[in-house]
């Protein structure tokens, strides 16, 4: 059965069993409704399929009116930056972010260079189950530009930033493992790296667009890339996935430095600087509130998902956000996920501190996360978080985002699946011995609960 998903990001699919040509031109019909007519940036993670559905998109927006400026291969956030840097009317990056090679989709970008608001979502949901066939006449049709300086105005407004002192980063000449998963990164992050001073040594970045590994950033993918860190003796190993939105780090002896540390790192460093609120979303770590804490700041918490990360950040002034998937959203650049601004925060506090990265890694509150999925079979997903909801509601409960309860000793997320007949389960406590144990008690009593 064809596969598509239609979330808050925008719409995914493979391509050829879901994300075909009719449904391209359909949402992109819909999303040129949602943005009325002006120029509408366009960028590509460069994956085999991009230039197909670039085409497509391009077609489909020239014939709705809408000049297009194509910004060719670059990340994300770069496409975020120049919608607000052009002043376009909205933007589109192809890209299925980490999903494998057989993947594709379009991610939708409002006026200010950020993912669709929930609000905005639902106005986009409504235009496309009654997107309008108007198209321009032949002498009302949209032109394309190609802008070739939009990656360079992105790193140099990173460059530029008031937190980020270049001599210093260049002083410590970092020697540097990057795998850019021959992704968007493998055209942008060696440029930022070398500006910044720092020695870099390539791994998966041809810019040929096929992933040689799955593409997400996690261990369990990442062993070629580990092993070369300790074989080459760097300070670091950096990677980000396809559209370079997720950073993920390497110690200098070729360990994972974890994700959800990576925005506990940024935070941290930001916090140091400059006092302020933060906001992440409901399954990050909780070591966001030790380090908070520690600056006599508050953290705000949302449901998962970048846009309500930022309509969080928005709400409550927060001066750095993020997601515990290595997603770092500085405001001062982009109101998005950056790996490029994360890159020069965490470079810029190994300058600043002298330190190892396996010392700065050693310095955080130290935590362990479980993750589970439990299958539903004729069983709600709702009816169980109802149901431990009423169970707990004398305990310190959030119900934002399926159900958070926080105890002392751990926390505990359950949130259903838009896609799969599954409850996902996520546990947070000091061990993983700990957290694995409140992983099999919440999993038993989510079993009780959906037993015939």
Not at 98 to 119: Q, T, V, Y
Not at 162 to 177: A, G, L, S, T
Not at 260 to 284: D, F, M, P, Q
Request: net charge positive; glycine share 8%.
């Amino acid at each position: 059965m064809p596969t598509l998903m239609i979330s808050i990001s925008g719409i995914r699919g493979i391509v050829g069993d879901g994300l075909d040509p009719e449904v391209l031109v359909h949402c992109t019909t819909a999303f040129a409704d949602f943005c009325g007519k002006g120029k509408i940036v366009l960028g590509s993670d460069g994956r085999i399929s991009g230039e197909m559905v670039k085409h497509l998109v391009v077609g489909t927006l020239l014939a709705k009116g809408n000049d297009v400026i194509d910004l060719g291969v670059c990340p994300t956030p770069t496409v975020l930056f120049n919608v607000k840097n052009l002043n376009a009317v909205g933007g589109i990056q192809i890209s299925a972010s980490h999903n494998p090679n057989e993947w594709n989709a379009l991610k939708f970008l409002n006026r200010n260079g950020e993912f669709l608001s929930p609000e905005e979502h639902n106005q986009f949901l409504n235009l496309l189950n009654d997107a309008s066939k108007k198209f321009s006449a032949w002498n009302k049709l949209g032109k394309v530009k190609k802008y070739k300086n939009g990656l360079a105005d992105h790193i140099n407004a990173i460059l530029k930033m008031e937190y980020i002192d270049i001599p210093k980063i260049r002083k410590r000449k970092f020697k540097v493992v990057l795998d850019c998963v021959n992704g968007a990164g493998s055209y942008s992050m060696p440029l930022l790296l070398k500006k910044l001073g720092c020695k870099v040594i390539e791994i998966n970045c041809k810019k040929s667009g096929i992933f040689p590994r799955l593409p997400e950033p996690i261990p369990e993918n990442l062993t070629e890339t580990l092993d070369l860190v300790k074989k080459k003796k760097v300070d670091l190993g950096i990677v980000v996935d396809p559209d370079v939105d997720r950073l993920v780090l390497i110690t200098e002896y070729g360990e994972p430095f974890g994700e959800e540390n990576t925005i506990t790192l940024a935070v941290k460093h930001i916090l140091s600087l400059v006092k302020g609120n933060v906001a992440v979303n409901l399954s990050t770590t909780r070591a966001i509130d030790d380090v908070a804490k520690e600056f006599g700041c508050q953290v705000y918490r949302a449901p998962v998902g970048e846009a309500n990360v930022v309509k969080k950040m928005k709400e409550v002034d927060a001066v750095i956000g993020g997601e515990g998937s290595g997603g770092v959203i500085l405001p001062n650049v982009n109101f998005g996920r950056d790996a490029l601004v994360g890159t020069a925060i965490v470079l810029q506090y190994l300058a600043k501190t002298r330190c190892k990265i396996s010392t700065l890694k050693n310095s955080l509150p130290n935590y362990s996360i479980v993750k589970r999925k439990i299958e539903l079979i004729n069983f709600n997903a709702d009816d169980i978080i109802r149901k431990l909801a009423d169970r707990y509601k004398t305990e310190n409960i959030n119900l934002e985002d399926g159900l958070r309860i926080d105890f002392d000793d751990h926390w505990i997320h359950l949130r259903k699946s838009n896609t799969e007949p599954i409850i996902r389960l996520i546990i947070e406590a000091k061990t993983n011995a700990l957290a694995n144990v409140y992983a099999d008690k919440y999993s038993e009593e989510i079993n009780e609960i959906i037993k015939p």
